[in-house]
């Protein structure tokens, strides 16, 4: 496995890998839901390549950017027993030199869920993952279900853009109790870690009442609110049931409907969803 900081470096080499190329975009700190994408790429892909980059532009001002967790040679050791081909680890210098000025704006799609919550959020994703694209030329690039918006934003700009490379969703990874792995979960206290077992529990409901035979989208969402607002250390950001192409809100629900929701269990934001079919 060889690990790369240089892009120059990265694009030579690229050059060199047996083609298809599967890539795994990544903030690392590592968990078994990342290395579920990890072992998709590995399996469909005679090469893989894997970067890790916590992109500041992606983060609001008052978010975690500058605690987000990180482990890096943890994060080496999985990924070579994934056999990995190349992780891609560029500093924050080595992505954004001071000169550095283009920005790629997906529309409609990232005006709602979490780009309505955080400002400026997909245009640094949708900026940083074009990049990434460019620099390691994948055939392949694996992204999980987990940030469905966010999958769903590089999936049109890949469409509207013309890149040359295929989009693959991969299934959420969840512990036990349903939450949804995140690096983020490492910030809850007990407390909050079991608290945060009630996102899954909306969804469920959700999923459960929709299988009952409820069609308004409206009554999934207060009974969702209701379960959610029991627990004292959660609070909603928001919870939406949308159209799982468009995202625009739904008053009936029709599949696939994508119910997601994002809350803060004390100060840590979490989202997930599952989509109704
Ligand atoms: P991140 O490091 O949080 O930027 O995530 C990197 C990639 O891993 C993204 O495509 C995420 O959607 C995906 N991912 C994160 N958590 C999970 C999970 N629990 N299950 C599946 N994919 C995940």
């Given at each position: ?6 892009i ?8 060199q890998?047996?083609e ?7 903030m ?15 399996a469909?892909?005679p ?13 609001g ?20 027993k994934e ?29 709602r ?22 620099i ?16 769903i ?27 949804a ?14 608290a ?7 969804l469920s409901?959700?999923?459960?009442l ?18 959610i607002?029991k ?5 909603i950001?928001?919870?939406?049931i ?22 803060k ?5 979490l989202i ?6």
């Amino acid at each position: 496995m060889k690990v790369i900081e240089k892009i120059a470096d990265m694009k030579r080499l690229r050059q060199q890998l047996a083609e298809p190329v599967g890539f795994v975009p990544t903030m690392g700190y590592l968990h078994e839901g990342h290395l579920a994408l990890v072992r998709q790429a590995r399996a469909e892909n005679p090469s893989v390549v894997v970067s890790i980059f916590v992109n500041p532009t992606q983060f609001g001002p008052q978010e975690d950017f500058s605690h987000y967790p990180h482990d890096p040679e943890r994060d080496l050791a999985l990924l070579e027993k994934e056999e990995v081909d190349i992780v891609f680890m560029p500093s924050a210098a080595e992505m954004y030199p001071p000169q550095f000025n283009s920005w790629v704006e997906v529309g409609k799609l990232t005006e709602r869920l979490e780009g309505a919550s955080r400002p400026g959020h997909f245009r640094g994703v949708a900026t940083v993952v074009a990049r990434l694209f460019n620099i390691v030329q994948p055939t392949r690039a694996y992204f999980g279900q987990k940030d469905a918006q966010q999958a769903i934003v590089i999936k049109k700009m890949v469409a509207d853009l013309n890149m040359n490379l295929e989009i693959v969703t991969v299934p959420t990874v969840r512990e036990p109790d349903g939450l949804a792995m995140s690096s983020r979960n490492t910030y809850l206290s007990p407390e909050e870690r079991q608290a945060a077992a009630v996102l899954y529990q909306a969804l469920s409901l959700a999923q459960k009442l929709w299988s009952e035979g409820e069609r308004d989208a409206q009554r999934l969402r207060q009974e969702m609110i209701a379960l959610i607002q029991k627990e004292p250390l959660a609070s909603i950001d928001y919870v939406s049931i949308a159209n799982a192409e468009t995202l625009d809100e739904l008053d009936t629900v029709n599949p696939p409907a994508l119910v997601s929701l994002a809350v803060k269990i004390g100060k840590t934001r979490l989202i997930d969803n599952v989509v109704l079919e």
